[in-house]
């Protein structure tokens, strides 16, 4: 599937400049930032809970900045529930589209579609993971966010461990959705482009468990390096690794295929063309006809 992205000429320039700007600092808040979000096609409310930058990946396509210090390290949990029920206030309320860039967005984009884990590391890491998932269900709750889902935006290191564990079955009862990272369809590949000491195999065994317990999104990075995009062998490999999670039990309901929109942590990083992330969606949907295959642009 074709999802509309601000490189779609039906895509208001307003739309196109809140997709482009993906800041997670807003204003004087530490750990939560309003995105509008291509995924979400709506407003994703994140929340950072690695405000240290510290990630047990290095991906080389990583658009955090760790060439200055963080604000701050720790993770003030009082301080995260302050800032979420800020942010929905001002969602509901109105003054966030009063904001630039967010006074641009059309009123279709206006709605709440999630609360997201996703900050400047590996949000499971955290310690406290799962007393913010508490948090952020309650604040789901309290607003009435039905329709909104709480997503982890995980790279799977750390899925087998069971406070981990414990705090996805939390989110499984309250609109949980997990979105696991797969760059790579071989162990080489893999070092090229997330370069982590967390084996290859880890990374395929804890999506294959978390997909067994629960609707699982695959997101892929495809990305150009020294200018060669991921080759024919590396894609297909990618591709079966994910034909075996399902083999293997894995409910894999959707896998989105991305490129870098912003400043990549190496500079020998690129984007792929619209026409190469449109073939590669097409050749995965040939594999993978039971899944939506959902690709997004670079901008
Ligand atoms: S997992 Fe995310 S935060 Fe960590 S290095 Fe990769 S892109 Fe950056």
């Known amino acids: 599937m074709m999802t509309p992205d601000a490189s779609d000429p039906r895509a208001s320039e307003g739309l196109r400049q809140a997709f482009t700007s993906h800041s997670r600092h807003w204003q004087q808040f530490d750990y939560v930032y309003p995105v509008i979000s291509r995924r979400s096609q709506g407003l994703s409310i994140g929340v950072n809970l690695n405000p240290d930058t510290v990630c047990n990946f290095d991906c080389v396509y990583c658009c955090v900045d760790r ?174 690794r994910i034909v075996e999670l399902k083999r293997g039990g894995a409910q894999v309901h959707t896998v989105q295929l991305y490129t870098v929109a912003r400043q990549a942590a190496e500079s020998y990083v690129s984007p792929l063309s619209n026409e190469e992330m449109d073939r590669r969606g097409r050749q995965m949907s040939k594999r993978l006809p039971e899944v939506d295959v959902q690709v997004y642009h670079g901008v």
């Open 67 to 240: 060439t200055r210090p963080p604000a701050r390290r720790d993770v003030d949990l009082k301080q995260v529930e302050a800032e979420l029920e800020q942010m929905i206030g001002f969602a509901v309320g109105g003054q966030l589209w009063q904001e630039a860039p967010f006074n641009d967005v059309p009123p279709a984009y206006r709605t709440i579609r999630d609360i997201a884990f996703s900050g400047d590391g590996e949000p499971t890491a955290y310690s406290g993971f799962e007393a913010a998932c508490h948090i952020a269900i309650e604040a789901r709750r309290r607003h009435g966010l039905t329709d909104a889902r709480i997503v982890v935006i995980t790279n799977a290191t750390l899925l087998h461990q069971p406070h981990v564990e414990r705090a996805l079955q939390l989110l499984d009862e309250h609109g949980g959705d997990v979105w696991g990272k797969l760059d790579a369809g071989t162990e080489a590949y893999y070092q090229r482009i997330d370069r982590s000491s967390v084996p290859f195999q880890r990374i395929l065994d804890n999506l294959l468990m978390c997909g067994r317990r629960r609707p699982l999104t695959i997101q892929v990075m495809l990305a150009a390096l020294h200018g060669e995009p991921i080759d024919d062998a590396e894609f297909e490999a990618l591709t079966e």
